[in-house]
């Protein structure tokens, strides 16, 4: 009597390691139009995926139970697992850490012109007024300074009037 066996192979889950993920900038290359995706990025199979090893019982599926970071993300390790799955069922799975980063400053508009101004009648200072700018960002803007603001008195000589942005990551952007 012969005893034939087959053994099957199992499918072998492999995950890239340390793999990183920015978030989707304000516009997109060209600077002007609008990024739909500002804010957000994507990930799929291909980015997780290390070279995971196909079983004898096909078809099979590799799937991800993360496929979309946003700010919210921003700073942090968000856990992605990978399943590859055979057809008798038979699964494996690994998870990475995928690090989420917004490197994106915020982008100013409108910043004013330099401002020539007369002292006002009888004194060595002027009231100055101008449109303060403003600046946006993929993940909003947490703060905004300034160093002088309009209707204030500027004494005789030059003074820099300087604006500054900061996003929930701590990217900035000036203005000046």
Do not use: R
Not at 69 to 90: E, R, Y
Not at 98 to 127: E, F, H, K, R
Not at 167 to 172: K, L, Q, R, Y
């Amino acid at each position: 009597d012969a005893i034939v066996t087959v053994a099957q192979i199992l499918p072998k889950a492999d995950c890239t390691p340390g793999l990183t993920i920015s978030l989707g900038d304000l516009f997109l290359a060209d600077g002007v139009t609008p990024n739909p995706n500002a804010g957000f990025a994507t990930i799929t199979v291909a980015d997780i995926d290390g070279g995971s090893t196909v079983g004898s019982c096909q078809p099979e599926t590799i799937t991800i139970d993360v496929t979309e970071v946003s700010c919210q993300d921003a700073g942090t390790n968000v856990p992605v697992t990978l399943t590859i799955t055979d057809a008798n069922n038979n699964s494996d799975q690994c998870t990475v850490n995928v690090a989420v980063v917004d490197d994106s400053n915020p982008i100013v508009s409108d910043c004013p012109m330099d401002i020539d101004q007369n002292t006002d009648a009888g004194l060595c200072s002027a009231v100055v007024n101008w449109t303060p700018p403003t600046a946006d960002d993929n993940c909003g803007i947490v703060s905004s300074t300034a160093s002088h603001n309009p209707g204030e008195v500027f004494l005789v000589g030059t003074t820099p009037v300087t604006y500054i942005w900061t996003d929930p990551s701590g990217n900035t952007s000036s203005c000046s």
